[in-house]
């Protein structure tokens, strides 16, 4: 059997807690709650004197807190003791299928695998395999680099989209192992849900994976040549720091060309899972006039406007669009809905935030005008209610052109999207051994 290299995947060796408790053992990822210090507050207390990934994470609640040096040192001891203590199984050689049911019932399926970071690129434009969707900011890594060098484990939040419309990959898999019982099961901490692994290994399933790989690496082949097979979801700047943290080690280390920190833990998931929901991020500009803002916008969009009647007609209309804008705001003391429709085929935030910029980099001299980034539709219309501020409603993110956008513009602007609640995004299950 071909390994999986040219593909820039790897089996990975897993490894998991003999006598699992998922409730206890599993948190969400630490670039969650970053404002939120009770919600971290009550993970502890759920820990507390158990064996958990908690343990072994820095919540980025606490980045910039004076005591993050000793945190980061206790992170590599519960590491090194974890190992030394036994409270993993022997390391398995497998993929894993996960089945994770979200509190609002939705059921997303994921395969756990390990990637090459050398097929792995965050610049934009890059030709890789595996490409970046939004910006990288770069001052983000070495902060995250402190954490994963010299790290004896990790255990990833990381997840990568795969452009299969057909259901060939990851749900496939899974009807192929769910005839064997699961590796764990458990509902998560704090109401989010439960999960389900199964192992995905042996010649006939592994060989399935492969094909269904490369029949995706060819359907997603550009006319250069280069093929785009994964796209980040989520963890896009703990993916870029395994990458520098990789180059640094190989730049030192040129001999160990197979070493375990070439390769990071992720899961795959389909950008067609009927589980996943892809949430578009609103924008509201503040000190700035909602006219000119609108002129200006149309200007750079093309497209018509039209004045609405209602937030239930603007807010309908911008969610059947792909291509259209909502405006909301105050014209003499009254609120205000406009509709600006467009004939954009790419996603609609990769066109609207280069214009938003352009234009506030205009008027930013005299009005000192201020963009903010907004979960949910009833905030804009609150927003939107006040003196000198423009709402934004942003259409939903169209998954037919996601990955073309990406192909043929490069990463999306910052806060394109966001992949469900966060309540949903990955929970630290699955660890590797790193250094």
């Known amino acids: 059997m071909k390994n999986f290299n040219e593909m820039g995947v790897k089996i990975p060796e897993i490894l998991l807690p003999k006598n699992l408790d998922v409730e206890t053992w599993s948190v969400v990822a630490c670039d969650q709650y970053t404002q939120d210090r009770d919600y971290w507050k009550n993970v502890e207390k759920a820990a507390a004197g158990k064996a958990s990934t908690l343990n072994i994470i820095l919540p980025e609640v606490y980045l910039n807190d004076s005591d993050k040096s000793a945190r980061?040192?206790?992170?590599?001891?519960?590491?090194?003791?974890?190992?030394?203590?036994?409270?993993?199984?022997?390391?398995?050689?497998?993929?894993?299928?996960?089945?994770?049911?979200?509190?609002?019932?939705?059921?997303?399926?994921?395969?756990?695998?390990?990637?090459?970071?050398?097929?792995?690129?965050?610049?934009?434009?890059?030709?890789?395999?595996?490409?970046?969707?939004?910006?990288?900011?770069?001052?983000?890594?070495?902060?995250?680099m402190e954490i994963r060098k010299g790290a004896p484990l990790e255990s990833p939040h990381i997840m990568l989209l795969v452009n299969d419309p057909e259901h060939t990959l990851v749900e496939a898999t899974g009807e192929k192992v769910k005839t064997s019982s699961p590796l764990y099961s458990g509902k998560l901490m704090q109401n989010s849900g439960s999960i389900e692994g199964w192992k995905v290994a042996g010649e006939e399933n592994l060989e399935y994976v492969r094909k269904s790989l490369e029949n995706l690496a060819e359907k997603n082949t550009a006319s250069d040549g280069s093929v785009f097979l994964f796209a980040v979801g989520d963890g896009n700047h703990s993916?870029?720091?395994?990458?520098?943290?990789?180059?640094?080690?190989?730049?030192?280390?040129?001999?160990?060309?197979?070493?375990?920190?070439?390769?990071?833990?992720?899961?795959?998931?389909?950008i067609y899972d009927t589980g996943l929901t892809f949430e578009p991020i609103h924008r509201v500009i503040f000190n700035t006039?909602?006219?000119?803002?609108?002129?200006?916008?149309?200007?750079?969009?093309?497209?018509?406007?039209?004045?609405?009647?209602?937030?239930?007609?603007?807010?309908?209309?911008?969610?059947?669009?792909?291509?259209?804008?909502?405006?909301?705001?105050?014209?003499?003391?009254?609120?205000?809905?406009?509709?600006?429709?467009?004939?954009?085929?790419?996603?609609?935030?990769?066109?609207?935030?280069?214009?938003?910029?352009?234009?506030?980099?205009?008027?930013?001299?005299?009005?000192?005008?201020?963009?903010?980034?907004?979960?949910?539709?009833?905030?804009?219309?609150?927003?939107?209610?006040?003196?000198?501020?423009?709402?934004?409603?942003?259409?939903?993110?169209?998954?037919?052109?996601?990955?073309?956008?990406?192909?043929?513009?490069?990463?999306?602007?910052?806060?394109?999207?966001?992949?469900?609640?966060?309540?949903?995004?990955?929970?630290?299950?699955?660890?590797?051994?790193?250094f």
Not at 115 to 137: C, G, M, N, Q, V
Not at 258 to 270: C, D, H, P, T
Not at 310 to 329: I, M, P, Q, R
Request: glycine fraction near 6%; aromatic fraction near 10%.
């Open 72 to 144: 980061i040192k206790k992170i590599r001891e519960n590491m090194k003791t974890y190992i030394e203590d036994g409270i993993f199984e022997d390391a398995q050689e497998e993929f894993i299928y996960v089945e994770r049911t979200t509190a609002y019932g939705r059921v997303r399926h994921g395969l756990v695998c390990a990637i090459d970071l050398e097929s792995y690129e965050w610049k934009p434009f890059s030709k890789a395999l595996i490409r970046a969707t939004e910006a990288t900011i770069v001052e983000r890594i070495p902060p995250r």
């Open 289 to 434: 006039n909602a006219e000119e803002l609108i002129s200006q916008m149309e200007k750079e969009l093309g497209g018509k406007r039209k004045e609405l009647s209602s937030a239930e007609e603007l807010e309908k209309s911008v969610k059947n669009s792909k291509a259209d804008f909502g405006f909301v705001y105050l014209k003499n003391g009254k609120q205000t809905y406009t509709l600006l429709s467009t004939e954009i085929t790419d996603l609609a935030v990769s066109r609207l935030q280069p214009a938003l910029d352009s234009y506030l980099k205009q008027i930013s001299e005299s009005k000192a005008p201020e963009i903010d980034y907004i979960h949910g539709a009833q905030e804009i219309f609150r927003l939107g209610a006040k003196e000198n501020a423009t709402g934004i409603l942003l259409p939903p993110v169209a998954k037919d052109s996601f990955f073309a956008t990406i192909n043929g513009r490069g990463p999306l602007p910052r806060k394109s999207f966001s992949m469900g609640e966060a309540d949903e995004k990955r929970f630290y299950l699955e660890c590797r051994k790193l």
């Open 239 to 270: 993916l870029a720091t395994a990458k520098a943290v990789w180059d640094e080690y190989k730049k030192e280390h040129p001999e160990d060309k197979e070493s375990r920190v070439r390769y990071a833990l992720v899961e795959i998931v389909n």
